[in-house]
């Protein structure tokens, strides 16, 4: 794997002296005009991907997903959302610096290609999370637009200009052709045609989760027949961390309290063990109670409890499961990651599940099993896919791709949470502490600064979504 050349935070310092005051900074003549594409590249895939790994996925996805509980303080177990607003500016500081790729005298189609690919993940997430966002107004301050309007996630996605499966197709297609190369790129070492197959597979993830608002599903057919999407793990898009500081995943050097804050749920163990299911070994732990007492045993916690429900029940902590060594006890254990193989043929299956593709669920479901075995360093068991909980035998084919696919998408940023929200499987049931009158949350809360900035188009906004609510469903999820 190539070495990260910048570090996380390094990178993190040039996100923030790439966005702040934008345009005072670009008409500085000894500043970024002398930061090439290839730099801004490097920061966009790298803070992405630490975002995604940890602050997205770990800390707070990961809850919401039920594969962590709290025992304490993380209050997003008990749906206390909050804004997000952390991970709204960072979105938009990179997508700045996207913007400044197109604008650098060095750049060039294929540097302006895979923007657009960044972008629309970027995009992406910021509108399965919030809702109806900016999109088409955005980073228009040098116009002199600091109020842009919030485009409906309908339009972000299907507009047939600008909507994100419209530029996907765009990149892909200049990516195929050019001439041109690139530097910078820490994901894919510059290799142009995992470029191409990564925004082709982010087309079928985004195209199935817009499914129930499609009749037609022939660009899904034909993305399944191209033979231009992710062929194996190789073609995985994710950074790995290093073993040297600062590039380590930073639950490594979290404080310890921070780490035992996250536990297994009775959601994970429950699945878990009905699949007999060896990769719990490695995203848990088994509890210290039963490592001492010579019996290892993996335990879960049940989710959304407050510190005095758990006490009240006598729960000992020790005989609970932490999260895995992949996950704090080796710096590099796992990876920053934007989508895996293991998802792209679960997501196949569940296509040509319902009929919206041609070809054999059975197939694309058990080539996603083996891809996140593989990911995970696990030897397959002879039995595992006979299992009636885990073979496709016409009964409940559907709901065991779509759990299998779930369970794979652990620590994706909120891949997890996007997939319950829109199949509603696994039937996730809220704690009996959760903050949300037991409704399962389905979004953030506009950041604040938005409504004293951006007071007009953020009402609207909130109007048009059912009220600025963590309840409010986007226009996919109806």
């Known amino acids: 794997m190539k070495k990260i050349i910048i570090s996380f935070i390094t990178i993190s310092m040039l996100t923030l002296s790439c966005t702040k005051d934008f345009d005072s900074i670009n008409t500085n003549p000894n500043a970024p005009e002398d930061i090439g594409p290839q730099f801004l590249l490097t920061n966009v895939i790298s803070v992405a991907a630490d975002r995604s790994a940890y602050e997205q996925g770990f800390r707070l996805s990961n809850y919401l997903a039920q594969f962590a509980a709290s025992v304490e303080f993380e209050r997003i177990d008990r749906y206390e959302m909050g804004t997000n607003a952390n991970y709204w500016n960072t979105i938009f500081g990179l ?90 790129d820490v994901m894919f070492n510059n290799n142009l045609d995992k470029w191409v197959r990564f925004a082709n597979s982010l087309k079928v993830r985004y195209l199935l989760r817009i499914s129930k608002r499609m009749t037609n599903f022939s660009e899904l057919q034909a993305l399944a027949s191209s033979g231009k999407l992710m062929r194996s793990n190789a073609d995985n898009a994710q950074l790995p961390f290093l073993t040297s500081d600062p590039n380590q995943f930073p639950m490594f050097q979290a404080a310890l309290g921070l780490y035992q804050e996250h536990r297994m749920t009775k959601t994970a163990e429950t699945i878990l063990k009905s699949w007999n299911d060896p990769r719990m070994m490695v995203i848990y732990k088994p509890t210290a109670k039963s490592v001492t007492d010579g019996a290892p045993a993996f335990k879960g916690l049940l989710s959304g409890q407050n510190r005095e429900t758990i006490s009240a029940a006598g729960t000992n902590l020790n005989d609970v499961s932490l999260f895995g060594s992949i996950f704090r006890d080796v710096p590099n254990g796992v990876s920053g990651q934007f989508m895996q193989y293991a998802e792209l043929q679960f997501a196949l299956a569940e296509a040509a599940n319902k009929g919206y593709i041609t070809g054999d669920a059975k197939v694309y479901y058990e080539a996603g099993i083996k891809a996140s075995f593989e990911y995970y360093k696990t030897n397959l068991p002879a039995d595992y896919l006979s299992q009636t909980t885990v073979a496709l035998d016409g009964s409940d084919d559907l709901k065991k791709i779509l759990t299998q696919k779930w369970f794979s998408l652990v620590n994706i940023g909120h891949e997890a949470w996007f997939e319950v929200r829109r199949t509603g499987i696994p039937a996730l049931t809220p704690g009996p502490d959760n903050l949300n009158d037991d409704i399962y949350p389905v979004r953030y809360l506009y950041p604040e600064s938005e409504q004293a900035t951006n007071k007009a188009n953020f009402e609207r906004a909130a109007t048009q979504i059912g009220g600025n609510t963590i309840n409010s469903k986007c226009w996919w999820e109806k």
């Open 95 to 184: 997508l700045s610096d996207i913007q400044s790729i197109r604008e650098n005298g060095a750049t060039n189609e294929a540097y302006n290609a895979v923007g657009d690919i960044m972008a629309s993940y970027l995009y992406s997430q910021l509108t399965d999370m919030w809702g109806d966002v900016p999109y088409t107004q955005t980073l228009q301050a040098k116009q002199g637009n600091y109020t842009p309007i919030y485009d409906s996630q309908e339009s972000i996605y299907t507009d047939p200009q600008t909507g994100i499966l419209a530029v996907l197709t765009r990149a892909a297609a200049t990516l195929e052709k050019t001439t041109f190369s690139i530097q910078g």
